[in-house]
């Protein structure tokens, strides 16, 4: 319930500011009656009416001023929510049972009433110098010793309460009060300094929450024509919040951030400049709604505001999009390692450790120069690496920096941030690093085991079948044809030159294997696993489609072996009926989409709507990840008259200061024709009327529809138009003319 009560006054808090912003600045500035002052205090819920009628010319009862006052300084919703602390008085003309009570207990509990007979007269009219005499108590002021009740009208003079021709008046009268008069002295009190001159009434309803500072503005009680406020909060990094104030500052007193589960998190004033307090606090959690309290803060005329507030959400850490190469995220794994991705797919020499360099609050705590960083591209993922230090470093929820050096160079062939080296902050997770060790070893089928790892392995010595020896309970060997590390980067796949014996008993041995990062070894260790295995589906083509007249694609129900899926020779293509082939000119495996291949035919042997065609696949010819043959296949497909797309660039992009990313329609041939600087050009203009033609230094086959072009230099704010001569896809089409426009202004 109380989250509830929360964000209702997130809300609340919210809607006042729009409210504000729309009060008629005339509505702040002109003298109000007295029946319009007694609305604002009926909308502070000092006074209350029916309908808008307010009784004004009523006598006012020595009860309904105690309820005022309370109200007046903020505490009326304290007292309504403590009436059993409050309801008994020691007066025996105040029934606790009367909804007057609490308030005249309150009054009395906290020295505003100090009549000391038996009895209050509740019900009696007050007179004005008594009500004063409440208001000056209202204010701060101690009643015997800063006043009495005989000098409540001198005292309410010196403090500007009251005129001196209201004092004479007054003072030669001594009228009885009335519920007007109560409500012109209680509004001017809310604008009046306590004793102290610390502030006005009003800041005690502000202080209480009984209304904001908007609010007071809109009602026009601070007619202020700039009162300090928070424009905005950012939290621009894991552990600093940037507030934005609505005018200079000089000073901040304290700060304050809380949430509804956590009431006290540290932080303090980083700096104040102008407009701008940076705020360092303990890392926050993303996304969470956080309230900042800011106390004292006066601004460049001496103004003093006690207390600002507003919500801002926890800094959520965004994943950085970036067309050069930049580090996107930073996930950490526990108190040694740290898993980081970047924008660029990565080679191995992401794995140099001199380029990484971990530090605290400006102290270098790991430096792969001193060989206490490892790193390792990731098996599942070829944009990120595993960072191992060489202990727990990393304590959980502190906030720490990578730091990665501008030498290191994305597989586009481009240094990191232009050369200019990226840093990004995380907050450490928990848990301990757990030993590089093999988790589960399962059975597959007869002939296949499946390893699980609790950490990405070293794919070199995974691919090595001499580090895996198997035995059975006999201690006889049982041959190991192959192994095929999983996607994920944990699994491995052991496959067997032949059968194990259901429910049999076995031992593998690890000879040697060790982690990407090749810090933790497993070394002769041995593992027992009882061949429990049940029947497995078969190893299967599909569907056949054709996508267009000229390309045809294959869907398997299981990864295939990259190897044989590539081989055109294991696959003929004939019309249905006829024992004449089509030999593809092309048969493509992606290893991003490892359940299917892809045909490319020449023009010459398109497909035609009106025929039928076979694909047949001979036994044993293609075998999928693990190493299992498929069976006698033969898959018939429907032809298409839709014809094959003509290649286009479907983006040009600038990755570095020298180097543009192509990404192409169609899968391209690797071939010196389309791969020749030459067939790349240029075209720019410099001082808007130079026209200026260049090719690249070299151009990168990075895969079938990616090419990165290498120029000298790209300068930004320029418009570049690249043209390309001729592109030949792998159905042997070739698309000229090509043309695209970038700009690197727009890259970085």
Known sequence: MMKIVKKLLFIVLILTVILASMVPAAAQTSEKTTQEKAVVLGSLRIISGVNGEYHLENPLRRNEAATFIVRLIGKGDHVNQNKDLYSKTPYTDVPSTEWYAPFIGYCYQNGIISETSEQLKPLEFITDKEFIGLILTALDYRPGIDFIPDTAYETARETGLISITEYIDRASTNPAATRGSAVEIMYRALTTECRGKDKILLQKMIDEGVVTRLQAMALGLIVDTLFTDIKSIESFDLNKIQVMLNEPVSSVGSVLIYSDTHANITCSIDYIQDDIVVVRTEPLEKGKDYIIELHDVKDRQGNVTNRLMKMFKGFDVQEIASSFFRISRIEPVNQRNLKVYFTHPLSMNSEVCLYYTLSQDSTVIADGRLGRIKAGVLNSDNTGVLLSLDNDLLKEGEVYTLTIDGDMMSAYGVRLNDGEGDSMKFVAGAGKNAKFDLLEMAVVDSSTLILNFNKEINPFLARQVFNFYLTDENESPIPISSTTMDRNGHALYLKLGKDMMKDGTYFLTINNLNDITRQEYITEKVYTLKADYGSSGKFQLSTAIALDNQTLELVFNRPLDAETAADAGNYTISRYGSSTGIRPLKVYFDVNSPDRVKFYLPYADRLLRQYEYMVRIESGKIRDFIGN?????????????????????????????????????????????????????????????????????????????????????????????LKVSQLTDFAGNTAKGLEKEFSLEAAK
């Open 629 to 721: 043959g498929i069976e006698t296949t033969n898959e018939r497909f429907s032809g298409t008259d839709s014809g094959r797309e003509a290649n286009e660039i479907d983006e040009a992009v600038a990755i570095s200061t020298d180097a543009v990313k192509l990404t192409l329609s169609q899968e391209t041939i690797f071939s010196a024709d389309n791969l020749l600087p030459a067939n790349f050009v240029l075209e720019y203009s410099a001082n808007n009327y130079i026209n200026i033609r260049k090719v690249p230094v070299s151009v990168i086959y990075i895969d079938p529809v990616t090419l990165v072009l290498k120029f000298d230099s790209l300068e930004y704010n320029t418009q570049y138009t």
